[in-house]
């Protein structure tokens, strides 16, 4: 059976070509008043950042736990988050505004230091060396979104031209790539210009 997207938390499409952009991809649009929310709950997110690979899955194991003990500071890391995730999505698209560097640097000074790096999906993943805390999936999110905002990568961050769609993504075609995905908001667009020309030749 063909995989069914867009659903939950667990099987999000990862357009982003970067984990700091694929979470501000966790609501579906920024743009519209009562979006597609992925993150409803801390659990949410865990699942989301192992399929994002914010996180291992031996790490989310043991963030289920701390969250079962401790259920109101997993609620606050998720809000963090939620806050954190709009701040990005204007510093990503828009000439940066004081009050989203102050949000993003809160999270920066709480964020430890990149110091090893740990083997997740076959991949290679940046890992602090430290006890494990609820706010992990965040770190990767925070170190990889900095990376973004402060490189030339920072040029290559593109918003779907999908109506309505806020999915942001790495053009490294060089100005080609207009949609999250061709599935999605390319095939849409597709199937209206199609009915464009249809109606033209009425
Ligand atoms: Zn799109």
Known sequence: MRAQYNTHAGNVRLVGGAVGLDFVNTVNSMLVAQPKEYLETYADLLTWSVHAQACTSAEAAQLHQLAAAQPAAAHACLERGWRVRASLFRLLTSAPQAEDVRCLNTELQTTPNRQQLAIS??????????????????WSVVWSAADILTSAQHQQVRQCAGAGCSWLFLDTTGGRRHWCSMQDCGNRAKAQRHYQRLRATD
Do not use: G, H, I, S
Not at 126 to 132: F, M, S
């Open 121 to 138: 999906a076959d991949q290679l993943v940046w890992a602090a060396a430290q006890p494990l805390r609820l706010d992990r999936p965040l």
